[in-house]
């Protein structure tokens, strides 16, 4: 029996977390047709001796929403085996919002640069509720398959406007509260995974109408939260959400929420566990709080970025100093005048050493200037020092006065980097095996000149094969497999009759070419060079519905002029895959 394509002699993961094997994988009409220690012949034959095969990786946590309209290719995420995509996180989505208020939501926390999702979405949206979304979604050449969250954001916009949804003394009229219940309800009904919410209070909004606001879904009360999430209750659909940290009290309450008490359990996905340099005791806190929550009959985790949090920053453009008065009194000015004149100003320097110094109160940045290096600058003989190391140079300067100095002389020029949290491999070890935690939180498609965890999955498997503090096995489950469960997606597994998204790594390649540093022009904003990963020896072939989407790191004809994925809907109707004579089709009229 001939299949339309083989995949021979891989070390087969399927993303149970069982024992893997050497196995021959026969693949028909875009699904696993055989699973096989025996020879099989096929059209197409990938050799995979040496290899390890393993389901197409699954990022929960992207912000894609606009970018995907103009390049559904994806490629950042697919050269690195991700084949399954989640958008709409953060409270954030595309579905019901105008291109300007889409800007305003993106633009500065997610820094997404604002004058082009006004354009990608003015252009482009011709949809009105989820279902078409999806519609539109799907007569793109999307390459990965997608899913999403509705975002509460973007609910609460559409049917407040923007400033009411962003005004503390503003509530919902009921006939406002009830389409917001009915368009999570035609979002459910339209097969998304469920909705995004956010609490935290360092997520300011763009534009000029109501520049520096929080986010609208900050401003929601309990009512209005207990009612949205009742919908989630009853169709056992995820929340996912960022707690207002500055308020402890509120983690507790969304864990315990979790749990329900005479009501369905409300599946929670939280951001965020990490080893913060700025708390490092936290991580237990919310590894314990997890396990209590669901040893109670909870379902709930803590999203968990497997890799150092690293970011890098042109100048004083990055999100981090959003969590203190003067940080974000410099990132409200749009202008690099106005900047300029506020930086040079000594009561504002007085302020900014305040806040810097400062050790109470919660934060997501260590606030340590000396842990910051200068990595790129029009003066080379700073390279490789902290803005400390030049303040003590410069006679003792105040580390702020350093930084401040140098971001006047250098302006974006300046580019500097330090990790926030997940610096010590132990830690990163003991998060990564707790049941409470969740792979994920890349960010992909978000902060594009601040980092780039695209490959995060395959940093993950380079941790545990070098260190073996769990089984590859098991590490796999936690990439593929254990989240297309929990989020109740046709994905993550290669098993007889699976769809054949699938990854053919070189394990000896999980090396240490996945940390370094590239940038790669982004067309769909002009030009714009992003952060991204490059490590295409790693991966040898990338397939989606067994479609041939990566070869030796490089993307095959079927990438951007084809579809290969598709919305992959959470309520078990069966994806709405490209079939064969759809892609005959398609190659006719490119």
Not at 379 to 385: A, I, Q, Y
Not at 546 to 551: E, P, S
Request: glycine share 8%.
């Amino acid at each position: 029996m001939t299949f339309d394509k083989v995949i021979r002699g891989g070390r087969l993961f399927d993303g149970t977390g069982g024992p893997s094997a050497l196995r021959n994988l026969g693949i028909r009409d875009g699904r696993i047709a055989a699973v096989t220690a025996d020879p099989i012949e096929g059209t197409e034959v990938v050799d995979a001796a040496g290899c390890w095969v393993i389901p197409g990786i699954i990022d929960i946590h992207t912000h894609y929403d606009a970018e995907v309209l103009p390049a559904p290719a994806l490629t950042e995420s697919l050269r690195h085996g991700v084949t399954s995509i989640v958008m709409g996180s953060c409270s954030l989505s595309t579905v019901h919002v105008n291109a300007s208020e889409a800007a305003d939501l993106f633009g500065r926390v997610e820094a997404i640069p604002h004058e082009h999702v006004v354009r990608i979405l003015g252009e482009r949206k011709n949809w009105t509720n989820a279902e078409e979304y999806v519609e539109a979604l799907e007569t793109l050449p999307l390459g990965p398959n997608v899913t999403a969250f509705i975002g509460h954001s973007d609910m609460r916009v559409a049917v407040m406007g923007l400033d009411r949804a962003t005004r503390k003394d503003v509530r919902p009229t009921k006939a406002e509260q009830a389409r917001m219940e009915e368009m999570l309800t035609e979002a459910l009904d339209a097969g998304f995974i469920g909705l995004s919410s956010q609490q935290l209070l360092f997520d300011k909004l763009d534009g000029d109408v109501c520049r520096s606001r929080t986010l609208p879904s900050t401003y929601a009360k309990a009512r209005e939260l207990r009612r949205l999430k009742s919908i989630l209750r009853k169709r056992d659909r995820a929340l996912q959400s960022g707690p207002d940290i500055t308020h402890p009290q509120d983690i507790a309450s969304q864990a315990f929420q979790s749990v329900g008490i005479g009501r369905p359990r409300l599946k929670t996905s939280l951001l965020a566990a990490a080893d913060m340099k700025s708390a490092p005791g936290a991580m237990w806190l919310t590894v314990a709080l997890a396990a209590i929550a669901n040893r109670l009959g909870g379902d709930f985790r803590f999203q968990h970025l497997p890799v150092p949090f690293e970011v890098y920053a042109d100048g004083i453009d990055l999100v981090i100093f959003e969590e203190f008065g003067s940080g974000a009194a410099a990132l409200h000015l749009k202008t690099e005048f106005e900047r300029n004149e506020l930086l040079a100003d000594e009561e504002y320097r007085r302020a900014f050493r305040k806040d810097y110094d400062s050790r109470f109160g919660a934060r997501a940045w260590h606030r340590d200037f000396f842990d910051a290096e200068i990595v790129s600058c029009p003066d080379e003989s700073l390279v490789g020092k902290s803005f400390g190391q030049v303040g003590v140079e410069r006679g003792g300067l105040h580390p702020v006065d350093a930084f401040l100095d140098l971001v006047l002389e250098h302006g974006e020029q300046l580019r500097w980097r330090t990790t926030i949290s997940n610096h010590r491999p132990k830690a990163l070890r003991q998060l990564a095996v707790k049941n409470g935690t969740q792979m994920g939180f890349s960010d992909a498609g978000a902060h594009l000149r601040n980092m780039a965890f695209y490959n995060s999955g395959l940093r993950l498997l380079r941790h545990v094969r070098d260190n073996g503090f769990m089984s590859v096995e098991r590490a796999v489950h936690r990439l593929t497999g254990e989240l297309a469960d929990w989020y109740h997606l046709d994905a993550g597994h290669l098993r007889m009759g699976d769809w054949a998204d699938l990854v053919v790594l070189d394990p000896q390649r999980l090396d240490s070419s996945l940390d370094a540093y590239h940038e790669a022009p982004v067309d769909a904003f002009d030009g714009l060079k992003r952060m991204v990963n490059r490590n295409d020896e790693t991966v040898k072939a990338v397939l989606v519905a067994g479609n041939t989407v990566f070869r030796d790191g490089a993307p095959t004809d079927l990438v951007g002029s084809q579809r290969t994925g598709s919305f992959l809907r959470a309520d078990g109707r069966p994806r709405n895959a490209p079939t064969r004579l759809d892609s005959e089709r398609a190659s006719l009229s490119i």
